[in-house]
């Protein structure tokens, strides 16, 4: 299982984002799928998840701001990031909890990270 991000970019304060991260392989199914954040001097966190039948949940930060969404058909999970703060400023990861197969238990894959750099 492969994930391909893109979308990332400098852009000014309270510009607009979109990120964009495929999963492409062989697998049964892919249960969550989350963005997660790492600044420089900070510990990764989760910034926004999405399961499969489409329940979110957002960190307290971005709520209002961003807006995580999937195909399903296409194995994509998007993050349309507005009104973006300096503080956004970090390497953002997609993760997805995959089956390989129906019987194996889900394990997690990773895409390469994508910088995102918000000017003030």
């Known amino acids: 299982v492969q994930l391909v991000e893109s979308g990332g970019g400098l852009v000014q304060a309270g510009g607009s984002l979109r990120l964009s991260c495929a999963a492409s392989?062989?697998?049964?199914?892919?249960?969550?799928m989350v963005w997660y954040r790492h600044a420089p001097g900070e510990q990764r966190e989760v910034v926004a998840t999405i399961t499969s039948d489409g329940g979110i949940d957002y960190e307290n930060s971005v709520k209002g701001r961003f807006t995580i969404s999937r195909d399903n058909a296409k194995n994509t999970v998007y993050l349309q990031m507005n009104s973006l703060k300096p503080e956004d400023t970090a390497v953002y990861y997609c993760n997805a909890r995959v089956k390989p197969t129906a019987s194996i238990r889900e394990q997690y894959y990773w895409g390469q990270g994508t910088q995102v750099t918000v000017s003030s």
């Open positions: 392989g062989s697998f049964f199914s892919i249960n969550s």
